[in-house]
């Protein structure tokens, strides 16, 4: 048995569905290495790139039936997204996930907690934002 992939059930998956999951795993080590290292436009851009891979991931999870997983990539994607700095997308998506009558309580609850926190990271960047801070 590899322990490697245990919990993760890949049998129907196809190799590019597989290969994708790879691409946006690595692309998000990347980001959060130029993270670590001050490089915060190409880790936005990293972090952007695995965000569109997680969404699509999600829709062919959720067209094969696989909600649990789903769920797991699209809420990927929305911590993608905000990472990169796009915390309104971020929060849309988010949004829209809880409009989903299949989610789970716990899932429904760890999701709200979560959009409350990019909720208040909205009005922080907005409310530095001011019409006195731009007309300089």
Same mark, same amino acid.
Request: include cysteine.
């Given at each position: 048995?590899?322990?490697?992939?245990?919990?993760?059930?890949?049998?129907?998956?196809?190799?590019?569905?597989?290969?994708?999951?790879?691409?946006?795993?690595?692309?998000?080590?990347? /980001?959060?290495?130029?993270? !670590?290292?001050?490089?915060?436009? /190409? *880790? &936005?851009?990293?972090?952007?790139? /695995? &965000?569109?891979?997680?969404?699509?991931? !999600? #829709?062919?999870?959720?067209?094969?039936?696989?909600?649990?997983? &789903?769920?797991?990539?699209?809420?990927?994607?929305?911590?993608?997204? /905000? =990472? !990169?700095?796009?915390?309104?997308? *971020?929060? #849309?998506?988010?949004?829209?996930?809880? =409009?989903?009558?299949?989610? #789970?309580? !716990?899932?429904?609850?760890?999701?709200?907690?979560?959009?409350?926190?990019?909720?208040?990271?909205?009005?922080?960047?907005?409310? =530095?934002?001011?019409?006195?801070?731009?007309?300089?």
């Amino acid at each position: 048995m590899n322990n490697m992939n245990s919990g993760i059930i890949r049998k129907n998956l196809s190799d590019s569905f597989v290969a994708n999951e790879r691409l946006k795993s690595d692309l998000i080590l990347e /980001a959060n290495l130029l993270k !670590a290292q001050g490089d915060f436009e /190409a *880790a &936005a851009q990293r972090f952007a790139e /695995a &965000a569109e891979i997680e969404e699509r991931l !999600a #829709t062919d999870l959720t067209g094969m039936g696989f909600q649990d997983k &789903a769920f797991i990539h699209r809420f990927s994607a929305v911590s993608c997204w /905000a =990472q !990169a700095g796009d915390l309104y997308r *971020a929060v #849309t998506l988010g949004e829209q996930m809880l =409009q989903d009558n299949n989610l #789970t309580t !716990a899932q429904s609850s760890r999701l709200e907690k979560y959009l409350e926190v990019l909720h208040g990271r909205i009005v922080q960047w907005m409310s =530095q934002w001011s019409v006195e801070s731009v007309a300089v």
